[in-house]
């Protein structure tokens, strides 16, 4: 059985940059990176990655649908996402994701092998 998930993140004064009480801040949102390149559209990833770093963001929301899923690999799938936006963690750029169902059975891949088996039941 797959569990749907929606994560919500609120943000509050401790997650914020640390001078936010000082100045204004600036965030980006968007959403659905999905495509046929190992699960994501590398290319447009790719550019937005380089668009938050340069633009000097506070803050980098996603909003789900990060990668196509269950169909290969989800566990590379998302691997590939991290490592395309890996300039915007690098930045030191906080990053906040709405994982949905398909990446949250990404992440359980990650974990522990096969989320259908059931000795990966918690």
């Known amino acids: 059985m797959i569990i749907r998930c929606l994560i919500l993140i609120f943000l509050t004064p ?13 965030f980006i949102i968007t959403g659905d ?6 699960g994501v559209n590398s290319v447009i990833l790719a550019e937005l990655a380089d668009e938050i770093v340069n633009s ?9 649908d990060l990668i196509t899923g ?4 989800p566990a590379a799938q998302l691997y590939n996402w ?3 936006m890996q ?12 994982l949905n169902d398909l990446a ?13 088996d059931p000795a990966c039941a918690e």
């Not at 949250?104 to 259908?116: E, K, Q, V």
């Open 104 to 116: 949250i059975l990404a992440a359980d891949w990650l974990r522990c092998g096969n989320p259908f």
């Open 56 to 64: 000097g963001v506070d803050i980098f929301l996603f909003s789900g």
């Open 14 to 26: 401790a997650a914020l940059p640390s001078d936010s009480a000082d100045h204004c801040w600036s």
């Open 82 to 84: 991290l490592t395309i």
């Open 87 to 98: 300039p915007v963690y690098n930045a030191g750029i906080p990053v906040y994701v709405d």
């Open 33 to 38: 990176s999905r495509g046929a390149d190992n």
């Open 70 to 73: 269950a169909v290969d690999d």
